[in-house]
Nanobody, 136 residues
Framework: QVQLVESGGGLVQPGGSVRLSCTAS????????IGWFRQAPGKEREAVSC????????YYTHSVKGRFTISLDNAKNTLYLQMNSLAPEDTAVYYC?????????????????????????????WGQGTQVTVSS
C-alpha cells in the first residue's frame, strides 16, 4: 500500500529556513517520480518541484529556483524539501506526491507547463500535507 507522510512544517520568520520531510512506504521512493506541491489560501494547488532517477534530475518552478532544494535519503525512503530565504508568499500547505509507477517527472513531457492543473500531471498518491507559515 503506497503511503506518503509529510512533516516539518511550522511558523517561520521571513528570510528563515525550514526542511520538510516526506516518508514513503509501500514502494521504493528513489525509483519513481516524486514531487512537492503547495496550496496557499484561496489559490489552486501548484507544483513546486519534481525529482526522478534517484534524485539525479530535479525540476523547480520559477518562483522557488535557487531557494528550494529537493533531495532523497534512500536509506530512510524519505524525500526532503529544503526551503531557504522564505517569504510570506511561500505560506501554504505543502504536499508530497508520487507518480508511482511512472518513473518520469511530467516536466519531461512535451508541452508541460508549471501552471497545468495538478490533476493532469499524473500524481496518483498524495500525503496529507503540512502547513508552512512565513510571518514575523
Amino acid at each position: 500500500q503506497v503511503q506518503l507522510v509529510e512533516s516539518g512544517g511550522g511558523l517561520v520568520q521571513p528570510g528563515g529556513s525550514v526542511r520538510l520531510s516526506c516518508t514513503a512506504s509501500g514502494f521504493t521512493l528513489e525509483d519513481y517520480a516524486i514531487g512537492w506541491f503547495r496550496q496557499a489560501p484561496g489559490k489552486e494547488r501548484e507544483a513546486v518541484s519534481c525529482t526522478m532517477n534517484n534524485g539525479d534530475l530535479s525540476y523547480y518552478t520559477h518562483s522557488v529556483k535557487g531557494r528550494f532544494t529537493i533531495s532523497l535519503d534512500n536509506a530512510k525512503n524519505t524525500l526532503y524539501l529544503q526551503m531557504n530565504s522564505l517569504a510570506p508568499e511561500d505560506t501554504a500547505v505543502y504536499y508530497c506526491a508520487t507518480r508511482f509507477p511512472n518513473v518520469l517527472c511530467p516536466q519531461l513531457s512535451g508541452g508541460f507547463e508549471w501552471y497545468d492543473p495538478v490533476e493532469s500531471q499524473g500524481y496518483g498518491y498524495w500525503g496529507q500535507g503540512t502547513q508552512v507559515t512565513v510571518s514575523s
